[in-house]
Nanobody, 117 residues
Framework: QVQVVQSGGGLVQPGGSLTLSCSAS????????MAWYRQAPGKYRHSVAE???????TYPDAVRGRFTISRDNAKNTVVLQMNDLKPEDTAVYYC???????????WGQGAQVTVSE
């Protein structure tokens, strides 16, 4: 059974930084795309960073240059480094992983990130 466990999050002032970490385990096949999504109150969940097995990354304009995603394929971990945080970055952040050789994907438990004075 695949498990996805997140750590990190919390309250930070505007301009500050936070790091989110995620560890996936229990797969026979490993994981292809790993990503971070966020969902603000009353809004849809959407991707803020994606990384493929070979390290290709994708960011939306809203976070490009401020957020950095990285992964360790040997450990099946993915990290989101968030810098220069803004109040509009406030949301629940979710780790997402695609399992290789299957049609399955899995979510972490979510972590609240609040950017406020």
């Amino acid at each position: 059974q695949v498990q996805v466990v997140q750590s990190g999050g919390g309250l930070v002032q505007p301009g500050g930084s936070l790091t989110l970490s995620c560890s996936a385990s229990g797969s026979m096949y490993g994981f292809t795309t790993m990503a971070w999504y966020r969902q603000a109150p009353g809004k849809y969940r959407h991707s803020v960073a994606e990384i493929t097995q070979i390290g290709r990354t994708t960011y939306p304009d809203a976070v490009r240059g401020r957020f950095t995603i990285s992964r360790d394929n040997a450990k099946n971990t993915v990290v989101l480094q968030m810098n220069d945080l803004k109040p509009e970055d406030t949301a629940v952040y979710y780790c997402y992983v695609d399992e290789s050789n299957t049609d399955k994907h899995y979510w972490g438990q979510g972590a609240q990130v609040t950017v406020s004075e």
